[in-house]
């Protein structure tokens, strides 16, 4: 079964949503993953996502509350088939922890997109509601894009 890691800064917003999103979608078209999310920091270990996350899941018909935010560490790169960015800042601190015998591919989730290669998912830490529906949207696209090369 493939296995897709996606990683944000904090573990509490994005990622949760892209977890969340993925779950959803692979769900939909019976494409079975293993799916998991992490932070490149730690300030948040053991958190559930921001309460703004859970809720936008939920508008999203999605519940993420049972997540817990926890550090990337050295050896999700042999575990993990995707290791997969939320933005360019997370792309390049992954480059820095990946271990020299990392297996895993690891790339920019917008990558998966037409059209938005090279663009990173904003951080809505510091946003309103509506930022958090804009999460949503992009993660959403991007899991649909991902359930469709896995399948
Ligand atoms: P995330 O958002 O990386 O999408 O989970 C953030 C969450 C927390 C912080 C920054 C971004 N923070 O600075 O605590």
Do not use: K
């Amino acid at each position: 079964m493939p296995a897709v890691l996606f990683v944000c800064l904090g573990n509490i917003c994005r990622s949760p949503l892209a977890e969340g999103a993925l779950r959803a979608a692979a769900a939909r078209e019976g494409v079975d993953v293993v799916v998991d999310s992490a932070g490149t920091g730690n300030w948040h270990a053991g958190d559930p996502p921001d309460p703004r996350a859970r809720a936008a899941a939920r508008r999203h018909g999605a519940d993420i509350s049972g997540l817990r935010a926890r550090q990337v560490r050295p050896e999700d790169f042999r575990r993990f088939d995707y290791v997969l960015a939320l933005d360019r800042q997370n792309l390049a601190d992954l480059g820095a922890i990946a271990p020299a015998d990392a297996t895993a591919q690891v790339g920019l989730l917008m990558d998966l997109v037409p059209g938005r290669e090279g663009s990173s998912v904003a951080d809505p830490y510091y946003g309103e509601d509506s930022d958090f529906d804009m999460t949503w949207d992009d993660v959403s696209a991007a899991a649909e894009a991902l359930v469709a090369r896995l399948r």
